[in-house]
């Protein structure tokens, strides 16, 4: 009886041991490509997916390193507001969302001058794809532990 205890606490910190490194790894995955290295990968997705030419390619790997560019810089600021313990106000909040949907629109803009009308359809619905994804994504992280199972 007591092998049979010490076994079942021996079996279950093994299981929850095995467990905690699965998000860490990853995380350590995706921090390992540079900037460049990403960007170069997400135009390499386009081409296939779209059927870029060489121009769209070298117009569309502009818009990207645009983009991601930006969005380090965002990210660099927030980082830093939430290590001073800032929180932004409901105006800040405001003007950041209204900030980030015109450059949306303008990117969206960049883009419909650059593609096909044929390849800008396929572009918006990667994209619509895409957001749902992330939201589908984002409500499993606000799941409860006891609610994934």
């Not at 606490?9 to 995955?29: C, H, N, V, W, Y």
């Not at 790997?61 to 983009?67: F, G, Q, S």
């Not at 290590?83 to 450059?103: I, V």
Request: hydrophobic share 35%; aromatic share 2%; no cysteine.
């Amino acid at each position: 009886m007591k092998k049979l205890i010490a076994v079942a606490i021996l079996m279950t910190g093994l299981a929850s041991f095995a467990q905690e490194g699965k998000p860490m790894q990853k995380r350590d995955k995706a921090e390992q490509l540079t900037p460049a290295q990403r960007n170069e990968l997400h135009l390499k997705k386009l081409t296939l997916e779209l059927g870029l030419n060489d121009a769209q390619q070298k117009e569309m790997a502009k818009v990207i390193a645009d983009e991601s560019a930006k969005r380090e810089t965002v990210k660099a600021e927030r980082e830093k507001k939430v290590a001073a313990g800032q929180k932004p106000t409901a105006d800040e909040r405001f003007a950041m969302k209204s900030k980030m949907l015109d450059e949306q629109i303008a990117v969206k803009e960049r883009v419909k001058k650059i593609l096909t009308p044929e390849q800008f359809e396929k572009w918006e619905k990667m994209k619509t794809a895409q957001r749902h994804h992330m939201k589908q994504g984002a409500k499993k992280r606000q799941m409860k532990p006891e609610d994934k199972k």
